[in-house]
Every structure is written in structure tokens, then in C-alpha cells.
């Protein structure tokens, strides 16, 4: 989790910063959205292969290792493209709604636009996300 305590000097200012940062989170998700369908062509050329071999061999075909799950992580070693589409997809989700949230709070700061405000704002940001504003007039 990443904290910030930033002083914007206008509300454009901080519209502008929401604005970048929805802006950076679409492009991190058009990337991941690309990497998934990567690991999807991936994953259906494991299953044909896979199926070839369960043919010739007369049983499943299983070539990955556990995954090993530790205090605060999984660590996949030699996994299928399918652990690997979850893996990015819940990744993605996150983008998705941390997106959402900043769209939410733009649209909230929208309501002050008319407001002709000549005073600093220091603005809470977790993760990203202005989540509390200190105006002093």
C-alpha cells in the first residue's frame, strides 16, 4: 500500500492528477489484456498437445509442479498458461476497479468545478487514490 500527503494548488490540478492516473492504469490494462490473450493461445496449444500425448500414451499428461503457497505469496514454478491467465485476470480485476474508484472520486471533485477556489488542497492519497481533502481558506 502506497501513502501520499500532496498539495495541489488548484482543483484542476488535482482533476488533472486523477485524470494521469486513470490514464497509466488503461494503458497497464490494455497491456495485461494483451498478455492474457498471449497466454490463452498459449494455454489452447498446451491443451491440444497435452491431448495429443494422452492419446499416444493411453494416460493424462499432468507437467507442472505444486504451487507453493508462502506467508504472502504464491510462487508458480513451470506453470500452465491457464494458472498464468488467473494469475494476470485478478490482476487485471484490480485495475479495473482501482479505475472505477478514480472515476467515482472525478466525478465527485466534478461538483466543485464551478466553485472559483483559491486555496491550496493537500489530498490523502492511498494507493493511488485521493481518498481525503484538506482545504484551509
Do not use: C, W
Not at 482543483?11 to 490494455?30: A, M, N, T, Y
Not at 497491456?31 to 494416460?59: C, F, P, Y
Not at 498464468?84 to 490482476?91: A, N, R, S
Amino acid at each position: 500500500m502506497s501513502t501520499e500527503y500532496r498539495e495541489f494548488k488548484t482543483l484542476e490540478e488535482l482533476l488533472r492528477f486523477v485524470d494521469s492516473q486513470i490514464e497509466e492504469l488503461r494503458r497497464k490494462l490494455g497491456d495485461l489484456l494483451r498478455l492474457v490473450e498471449e497466454a490463452r493461445i498459449k494455454a489452447e496449444q498446451e491443451r491440444k498437445l497435452k491431448s495429443v500425448l494422452a492419446k499416444v500414451l493411453g494416460t493424462s499428461v499432468e507437467a507442472t509442479m505444486p504451487v507453493i503457497e508462502l506467508k504472502n505469496i504464491k510462487l508458480l514454478i513451470n506453470q500452465t498458461a491457464e494458472n498464468e491467465i488467473t494469475l494476470i485476470e485478478k490482476l487485471a480485476e484490480a485495475i479495473n476497479s482501482k479505475i472505477m474508484q478514480l472515476q467515482a472520486v472525478r466525478k465527485d471533485l466534478e461538483i466543485f468545478s464551478d466553485v472559483d477556489l483559491v486555496a491550496p488542497l493537500r489530498v490523502v492519497i492511498i494507493d493511488g487514490i485521493p481518498r481525503g481533502i484538506i482545504i484551509r481558506l
